[in-house]
Every structure is written in structure tokens, then in C-alpha cells.
């Protein structure tokens, strides 16, 4: 059985409680000083937002949404073990706003139509993920929408985006992009 670790949420109505996870090679869960920064720029509360966290991995990202009033939280994964655990958090912590999707990232976004407001990425580093994915994620993001990222190095996202915000913890390197106003 793979062996479990846990994590506590930061704020909101489960702050203070712990998600397991099952430990799984290239999971890497945010850190809670990289999550504490990321919510201050977002705003403590998260209510009325539609949110994406399309490598779930712990949860860390989603259920932190989720427990700060996001309206809607989809959470992509596409090991089954992660999300077998992923599911087992959400029972546990009574999560009613939460779509779990078993798929993989680039075909989910392919096939979905709904858009968000908020687009959490923290794929598993030193495989250009992030490459293919952003191209596909205008038609995801609602107007006015943000992305955040994590990544193994500086991000360089290229002409659609601007990168609003940007920090480093460590070995890990997390922005917040918008898309350029064109024309203006």
C-alpha cells in the first residue's frame, strides 16, 4: 500500500483540518508559505469563483478553494490511486462544490466547455506541460480570469499572457498570469 502523507489547510471553513494523500512519484504538493502568498494575491475569499485545479495531486490547490467559499472547484486527475485519495478528502471533508474528474489534462481541456475564474497548474516538473497547455486555456478562462502556476523555473509564457505575479520558494518558481489586452 502506497504510504499516506497529510497536509492542513490554511483558511477558510476547514482551516486547521488534514488531507492524506497517497505519495506518488512527481506529486508535489504546494507549500503552505507558497499557498498563503498565492490566496493573499487572490483575495482571502473566493466566493461566487469557478475554479479549476487541473493537476490535483493532493488536493492542496482545490480543497484550499473550496474551503475559502469557491462556488464551483473541478479538480482534474489523472492517476487513479491520487484520485481514489482525492475522493476519500472530499467525503471526509463534506466537500459539496467539488467535481472530481478522473482524465488526463490536455484531453480534459479538449472536451470541456465550461470556463473559470481561476485555472490552478501544477503539473509534475522537467516534462513541458505547460507548453502544450496554455495555448488551450483562453477558451477555458472566464473575461478577467487568472492563472496560476507552478513551475521548475521562471515561466515564459509567451505572447497571450503577462505574468501579474510572480514568487520563488526554494526550488519552486509560482506565477499568476493574465491574458494581454489586445488593442487597448
Excluded at 61 to 81: I, K, N, P, T
Excluded at 82 to 97: D, I, P, Y
Excluded at 164 to 184: D, I, P, Q
Aim: charged content about 25%.
Amino acid at each position: 500500500m502506497a504510504q499516506q502523507s497529510k497536509l492542513r489547510i490554511i483558511a477558510g471553513d476547514w482551516r486547521g483540518r488534514s488531507i492524506g494523500f497517497a505519495e506518488a512519484e512527481g506529486l508535489r504538493p504546494t507549500p503552505n508559505r507558497v499557498r498563503e502568498t498565492l490566496f493573499n494575491w487572490l483575495g482571502q475569499q473566493l466566493d461566487g469563483k469557478r475554479c479549476l485545479d487541473l493537476f490535483a495531486g493532493s488536493g492542496a490547490l482545490g480543497f484550499e478553494a473550496h474551503s475559502r467559499g469557491a462556488r464551483q472547484v473541478v479538480m482534474v486527475e489523472q492517476s487513479a490511486a491520487t484520485l481514489r485519495s482525492l475522493r476519500e478528502s472530499a467525503r471526509k471533508l463534506g466537500a459539496n462544490r467539488l467535481d472530481l474528474v478522473g482524465a488526463d489534462a490536455v484531453e480534459f481541456l479538449r472536451r470541456e466547455a465550461r470556463t473559470f475564474d481561476i485555472i490552478f497548474l501544477d503539473p509534475p516538473f522537467h516534462r513541458g506541460i505547460l507548453s502544450l497547455l496554455l495555448p488551450l486555456l483562453p477558451e477555458r478562462l472566464a473575461p478577467g480570469g487568472l492563472v496560476y502556476a507552478e513551475t521548475e523555473n521562471a515561466l515564459e509564457p509567451g505572447e497571450e499572457w503577462e505574468v501579474w505575479r510572480s514568487g520563488r520558494a526554494g526550488n519552486v518558481h509560482y506565477c499568476l498570469l493574465k491574458r494581454k489586452e489586445h488593442g487597448a
